[in-house]
C-alpha cells in the first residue's frame, strides 16, 4: 500500500497529463487516471510504473472507442492542461490560444499512431526501456523512433502554421 502511494504522489500528474494527451478532456483524464490507481492497489503488479502507463493507455483507449461509438471525435494535443480562459486571460489571449492547441492537434494528427504513442509515452517520463516495453519496439529503436517522431511533429506544425498565415493573408 505505501508503494502504491508513493506511485501516486510522484506519478499522478504524469499520468493525468498523458491521459490528457489522449481523450483532451483534463476532468476526464483526472478520472481515468483515479481508476488507474484504484487498479493498481488492488493488483500490486512487479513492475508498477510500466504498468501504470499500460493500464492508462489501455483505458484510454478503451474511452476514445466508446467515443467513437457516441460519433464524437477525440484529436490529440501536444501542450499541458491549461484551461483555454481563465479569468485573467482576455479574449485576444484565449483566442490565440485555442489557435495555438488548433495548429498543434492538426500536427499531432499528421502522424503514425507509432509516433504519437513514443512521443506521449517520452513527455510522460517513460524511460527508453518502458517506452520499449509498452510499445513493442526494441529498446534501441525507440531514440531513433522518437527523434524521427520530432522532426516530422516540428515538420507538420511549420507546414501547418504555413497553412494558417496563407490563410490569414488571402482573407
Not at 501516486?8 to 481508476?35: C, H, I, N, P
Not at 494535443?77 to 484551461?83: H, R, V
Not at 509498452?134 to 525507440?142: I, N, S
Not at 531513433?144 to 507546414?159: C, F, I, M, P, S
Amino acid at each position: 500500500m505505501d508503494n502504491i502511494e508513493s506511485l501516486y504522489q510522484t506519478m499522478y500528474g504524469s499520468v493525468v497529463r498523458f491521459l490528457y494527451r489522449k481523450v483532451w478532456d483534463e476532468d476526464r483524464a483526472e478520472d481515468l487516471a483515479q481508476e488507474v490507481f484504484i487498479r493498481a492497489m488492488a493488483h500490486q503488479p512487479e513492475k508498477p510504473r510500466a504498468w501504470i502507463f499500460a493500464v492508462a493507455a489501455n483505458l484510454a483507449r478503451d474511452e476514445a472507442r466508446a467515443a467513437i461509438r457516441r460519433k464524437k471525435h477525440l484529436t490529440l494535443l501536444s501542450n499541458d492542461p491549461i484551461p483555454l480562459s481563465s479569468p485573467s486571460r482576455t479574449a485576444h489571449e484565449s483566442v490565440e490560444r485555442q489557435e495555438q492547441v488548433a495548429q498543434v492537434q492538426q500536427a499531432l494528427s499528421c502522424l503514425s499512431k507509432r509516433d504519437r504513442e513514443v512521443l506521449l509515452l517520452w513527455d510522460a517520463g517513460l524511460s527508453y526501456p518502458e517506452i520499449a516495453g509498452q510499445t513493442g519496439l526494441a529498446v534501441g529503436a525507440v531514440g531513433t523512433t522518437l527523434a524521427r517522431a520530432r522532426k516530422r511533429l516540428v515538420d507538420a506544425h511549420d507546414q501547418t502554421d504555413r497553412e494558417e498565415q496563407s490563410h490569414a493573408a488571402h482573407s
